[in-house]
T-cell receptor, first 111, second 112 residues
């Protein structure tokens, strides 16, 4: 079936550096994509989303890039901080209610 | 403003027991969802409620039932718990469909 996956299960970055978390998706009909952050013992937190008619969207310290040609999604975090340590996962949807979630990448920020 | 509140936070059950997981949101959202999260896997949708008065099956509905009690509350019931239902359960809500935007902090359920 359709699935959302991540290239790297763990990512370790130095505080202050930029982080890039990648995601591959397989459903070419997906209309929107979302990044979530999940801290230990907490529920997922919506970070940013992007629609399929866009290739870039920026938020506060975060940028999502969408490459539909190769079905690739990335989340860039600028000036990574210790508070950014968490599991990040992407999700895709086709306009219905059944959003598909990836398993996640754990981001470690070294002080 | 509490967002999405789930109770209980932890629960241990014996096989065959029943229980109801409670979820309430105070954001006047129309849509609510129940997910389960298992190690190494993405969130999987159990049931959702597009609006008050409606419920629909998600990806993994077997062994579960739901009730959309009112606009605020959406409960998940396990009628006869099985060890395979050991998981972390998340409730989520959104103003109008497709993207679950607000999640509770989960119920950690162990079935022995």
């Amino acid at each position: 079936g359709e699935s959302v996956g991540l290239h790297l299960p763990t990512l370790s970055v130095q505080e202050g550096d930029n982080s890039i978390i990648n995601c591959a998706y397989s459903n070419s009909a997906s209309d929107y994509f979302i990044w979530y952050k999940q801290e230990s013992g907490k529920g997922p937190q919506f970070i940013i989303d992007i629609r399929s008619n866009m290739d870039k969207r920026q938020g506060q310290r975060v940028t999502v890039l969408l490459n539909k040609t190769v079905k690739h999604l990335s989340l860039q975090i600028a000036a990574t901080q210790p508070g950014d340590s968490a599991v990040y996962f992407c999700a895709e949807g086709d306009g219905g209610f059944k959003t598909i979630f990836g398993a996640g990448t754990r981001l470690f920020v070294k002080a | 403003n509490a967002g999405v509140t789930q109770t209980p936070k932890f629960q241990v059950l014996k096989t065959g027991q029943s229980m109801t997981l409670q979820c309430a949101q105070d954001m006047n959202h129309n849509s609510m969802y129940w997910y389960r999260q298992d190690p190494g896997m993405g969130l999987r949708l159990i049931y959702y409620s597009a609006s008050e008065g409606t419920t629909d099956k998600g990806e993994v509905p077997n062994g579960y039932n739901v009730s959309r009690l009112n606009k605020r509350e959406f409960s998940l019931r396990l009628e006869s718990a099985a060890p395979s239902q050991t998981s972390v359960y998340f409730c989520a809500s959104s103003y109008q469909g497709d993207q679950p935007q607000h999640f509770g902090d989960g119920t950690r359920l162990s079935i022995l």
